[in-house]
């Protein structure tokens, strides 16, 4: 008989993933960088530690000029004049000012959008912290390098400004068609002996998503309501077409062994989605939490409850890392952005807050960690009464563990950058930030924190060597992690 080593079959599913992205040529996304950093992480973990990460995923390009607004006189005032009829007006974002423990060169100041006052509480708190202009990117690259033709020494991410493309670059390597996300890739190496809680370390409550995707692990999707039942076989389901003799011989045909193999393989996948819906089922519990939910239409409050409950089960689940996908839609705001945009806002605040609070009651607040990301930004200039296709944005992060009360990265000068003498560095046209930090770094700053030593960071990330602590042609710094988690 043939033994397989567990520990050399992870290292060659890793390392052939790792070829399959040098060749990509791409920037690494949150997902595919979680994803190796996943694999290191959790065979470090101590036998008693449990970690947790938690995708908030914006579809359509969150439009990051009235989400994190420039407030001092001096940047708002040109925001404002870019802008037009869809800046936010001054008065309404006091409340919402953002005062982090260490002010910002230059007196730049920012505001969150007057919807995210939640959110803003939490930043007071310390509990969230703004990572600024952060997108894919493959090296440090100017606005210059940007249009040259030379594309073998400035390579940029693929199909930039596309929105299937650009999602799938967040949460895999590559374009459209990828098959392969981070948390797909924690789910191969968790079947490295821990077969049953495999199943239970990637879980999308948001449908199916290439973020989840492995090799070999299957991701587990739940609704907001708990596990997906097969109510012929279910043992929770009474009856079939409301006979019990129906409903027994559909639970005998499920479990018959069968010579031809694909229908073998098709009971033992029926099988073993019973078995994992009973316990889920049994982790959730019931759906009373310590603190109120928003409804009223907000899902994704609807699908972050269903994390916190599966949090709480994770012991029954018999799982020390954990990857959850949720996410809501709507962001794709080419018109109607000052009207539409802040009720999305008021929704993403209310949900995240209510999480991190439920966390908190669980006492492992520092333990999970939710971060935001979307397609791309959007455009500074306006269409008329909204906003087009961008490249880089700012994102959230959040948790117990985040050094919070802080923003990370460099603050982009307020121009649109259509000619060679506005900012030349920091914008490709109408706006759209060049991202001055990469998801790389994003990435590391990620894995450090989930338990991936140092000396493992370049291999997981194979970008991430160009963004060491290096001074690009623009004067901007690329530290090799950003700082943000303790």
């Not at 970690?51 to 708002?76: H, I, M």
């Not at 003799?245 to 010579?259: E, F, H, I, N, T």
């Not at 029954?316 to 809501?328: A, D, E």
Request: with cysteine; charged share 15%; proline share 5%.
């Amino acid at each position: 008989m043939h033994l397989i080593d567990p520990a050399r079959h992870t290292r060659r599913a890793f390392l052939r993933r790792s070829g399959q992205l040098a060749m990509a040529g791409t920037a690494l996304p949150f997902a595919l960088n979680l994803a190796a950093m996943g694999e290191a992480a959790a065979q470090a973990a101590p036998s008693d530690d449990y970690k947790a990460l938690v995708c908030v995923f914006l579809f359509g390009g969150n439009d990051y000029a009235n989400t994190l607004v420039n407030f001092d006189t001096d940047s708002y005032n040109k925001y404002s004049t870019i802008r037009g009829a869809i800046a936010l007006p001054y008065a309404g974002l006091a409340a919402t000012e953002l005062k982090p423990t260490m002010a910002l060169a230059n007196g730049r100041k920012y505001a969150l959008n007057p919807a995210m006052g939640g959110l803003a509480t939490l930043f007071d708190q310390g509990k969230l912290a703004v990572q600024l202009n952060v997108g894919p990117l493959v090296k440090p690259l100017t606005r210059a390098q940007f249009n040259s033709p030379n594309r073998r020494d400035f390579p940029i991410p693929p199909k930039l400004f596309s929105h299937n493309d650009q999602q799938s670059i967040w949460q895999s390597s590559s374009p459209e068609g990828s098959t392969i996300g981070w948390g797909g890739n924690l789910g191969d190496l968790m079947l490295n002996g821990q077969r049953d809680a495999s199943l239970f370390t990637c879980i999308s409550v948001a449908g199916n998503a290439v973020f989840l995707s492995g090799d070999e692990a299957l991701q587990y999707q739940v609704g907001t309501g708990g596990a997906v039942r097969i109510n012929s076989v279910s043992p929770a389901t009474g009856s079939v077409y409301g006979s019990s003799a129906v409903k027994a011989a559909m639970q005998q045909l499920a479990q018959q062994g069968r010579s031809h193999t694909l229908e073998n393989e098709y009971n033992k996948v029926t099988l073993r989605a019973v078995e994992a819906e009973g316990r889920i089922t049994s982790a959730i519990q019931s759906d009373v939490m310590d603190v109120t939910f928003p409804t009223n239409g907000n899902n994704l409050a609807a699908q972050l409850k269903m994390v916190a409950r599966l949090i709480r089960g994770r012991a029954s689940l018999g799982v020390k890392r954990q990857v959850f996908f949720v996410s809501m839609g709507g962001y794709d705001l080419h018109d109607d952005l000052d009207t539409k945009q802040g009720p999305l806002m008021q929704r993403l605040s209310d949900a995240m807050v209510a999480f991190q609070q439920q966390m908190e009651k669980l006492q492992i607040a520092d333990k999970v960690t939710a971060f935001t990301a979307s397609d791309f930004g959007r455009t500074l200039s306006s269409n008329g009464n909204g906003s087009d296709h961008g490249w880089g944005s700012h994102h959230f992060v959040m948790g117990g563990a985040v050094k919070g009360k802080a923003f990370y990265g460099t603050p982009p000068p307020v121009s649109v950058g259509n000619t060679a003498a506005d900012d030349d560095q920091w914008h490709v046209g109408q706006g759209r930030l060049l991202p001055t930090t990469s998801v790389d770094q994003y990435a590391a700053t990620l894995a450090k924190w989930f338990g991936v030593p140092d000396s493992d960071l370049n291999s997981i990330l194979p970008n991430l060597k160009n963004f060491n602590n290096v001074t690009a042609p623009s004067g901007i710094v690329y530290p090799r992690t950003m700082g943000f988690m303790a």
